[in-house]
């Protein structure tokens, strides 16, 4: 059983940055952060990692103003995110996964097998 806590969320203005963390009690997963807007929207993933972080996926909708990353030292995944919109307004999740995930794969929910509770990230225009 992994355990995730995500920290880092809040309110800022259109074109701030947050940085996200989310601290896990284990290690050697594929990792993700997922979000999922109010709305009853569907949650969507923004951006993989692969173990050992040498593979990374971006969903199109951050490429460029979002990079994930990871200390498997610390055992802690991250998101830095810049350029925020009110579009990126969301509860951010992260999640990890005993399977080695590439490309598309990485953004699929059902394939991740533990989840944090999530942090709410705000972006008012």
């Known amino acids: 059983q992994v355990q995730l806590v995500e920290s880092g969320g809040g309110s800022v203005q259109a074109g701030g940055s947050l940085r996200l963390s989310c601290a896990a009690s284990?290690?050697?997963?594929?990792m993700c952060w997922f979000r999922q807007a109010p709305g009853g929207k569907e949650r969507e993933g923004v951006a993989g990692i692969s173990t050992g972080g040498i593979s990374t996926f971006y969903a199109d909708s951050v490429k460029g103003r979002f990079t994930i990353s990871r200390d498997d030292a610390k055992k802690t995944l991250y998101l830095e995110m810049n350029s925020l919109q009110a579009d990126d307004t969301a509860m951010y999740y992260c999640?990890?996964?005993?399977?080695?995930?590439?490309?598309?794969?990485?953004?699929?929910?059902?394939?991740?097998?533990?989840w944090g509770q999530g942090t709410q990230v705000t972006v008012s225009s």
């Open positions: 999640a990890a996964s005993r399977r080695v995930l590439r490309g598309p794969s990485s953004f699929i929910p059902a394939n991740y097998d533990y």
């Open positions: 284990g290690n050697n997963y594929s």
